[in-house]
Structure formats: structure tokens, C-alpha cells
């Protein structure tokens, strides 16, 4: 019988890849490990993310409950002003509700 250990990797479509490769490495400090036309991996200690470049993605914010939380030893709150990059509407830093 096979028990899960954790987490390995986590997909996510993205309708930009540059801003959203731009916006994880920049803003949340994920390291860049490698980038094709259609998709990135990056690393966030023993986490993998990959962005999958996909134009029919949604643009806007969809109000449902499905949701993925980062853990991250210091948060700074970024705004809109200071950025161009979409910002969520609740920011999760210690825990989380579900």
C-alpha cells in the first residue's frame, strides 16, 4: 500500500507567463529553475511550481472556495499602488480558515 509523504508539484494555467513568472520569482521569491515557450518550473523550498501558459484561462478573480496557501517566514503586504501585478483579495500569512 502507497502513503502519500507530500506534495511535489503544483500546476497552475496562467494567461501571461512572463507576468506571472515575473510576479512569483519578484514578488513571493520563488528561484527560477526553467522556462519554455509554454511553461516554467519554479521552487519554493522542497515545492514545485510549474505555470502552464493557457490564453483561455480566466483573467479575473473566480468566488470560489478551491485555493492553494504558501508558507513564508515574512510577509510584506503589497498593494496595488505599488505594483502592476493583480492583487488577491485576502492574503493569508499565519493561517488558514479552512
Known sequence: MSTI???NHLTLAVSDLDRSIAFYSDVLGLSLRKRWPGGAHLEAGELW???SLDPL???EPHRDYTHAMLKKTAVHIITKAETNFPTPSSLHTSSCSC
Request: one cysteine or more.
Open 49 to 51: 511550481l510549474c505555470l
Open 5 to 7: 509523504r507530500g506534495l
Open 57 to 59: 484561462t480566466r483573467t
